[in-house]
């Protein structure tokens, strides 16, 4: 399934529950979360450098795994950066890195490799800056003001961090030819 508002949105919605936000804003606030992190992903450029044996493959599909503590982390800096640190900041922060752990998988990672048609490589996904997405987003769900701008910049921080230097194994597949190739490869989250 790939990553579209309503599945990101419900699947933040059951994890900022369970960590105690249980408020009529909360529904809110995970859809426009959502809504961020699809039009990032839809946007982010899939870059894989890869060896093997020479030929044309392709890498993945393979799920965009993002571990958890990667994300709290991230995410807990991009709210100390945006000046977010309060009484339910921590738990705030729990919630969304748990969710987008369990949300981020289900987009996957596609991309063409030019001179390797089966090997092993790294991907390198570079997205747009993920603030003004994240702004956008939750400005389509009246969400405006000191608050919600502080909440984006935290995010858009969090996803930039995440992803700057965030390398992913991946296999690529293919015909082959009967010499050793390396290569590189362009693709997107799917």
């Known amino acids: 399934m790939p990553l579209v508002p309503p ?24 859809m426009a979360v959502g809504l961020g992190v699809s039009t990032w992903a839809q946007k ?10 020479v030929g044309v493959g392709v ?21 100390l950066s945006a000046g977010l640190m309060g009484f339910f900041s921590p738990l705030t922060v729990m919630g969304l890195a748990n969710g987008l752990a369990q949300a981020l998988p289900l987009g996957l990672i596609l991309a063409s490799v030019m001179g390797v048609g089966s090997g092993a490589g790294v991907a390198l996904i570079k997205g747009p800056p993920a603030q003004a997405g994240f702004q956008e987003a939750f400005a389509s769900f009246d969400m405006t003001g000191e608050g919600p701008t502080k909440l984006a910049l935290a995010l858009g921080l969090a996803f930039d961090q ?11 597949v293919g015909p082959v030819g009967p010499a050793p190739g390396a290569g590189t490869g362009v693709g997107k989250i799917v």
Request: aromatic residues 4%; glycine residues 14%.
């Open 7 to 30: 599945v990101i949105g419900g699947v933040l919605m059951g994890t900022l529950a369970s960590t105690g936000h249980l408020g009529l804003g909360m529904p809110k606030l995970a």
């Open 44 to 53: 982010a450029v899939v870059n894989v450098t890869a060896a093997g044996a």
């Open 162 to 172: 995440t992803f700057a230097a965030f390398i992913i194994p991946i296999p690529v």
């Open 59 to 79: 890498a993945g599909p393979l799920p965009l795994l993002v571990p958890q503590p990667l994300l709290l982390a991230n995410i807990q800096i991009g709210f």
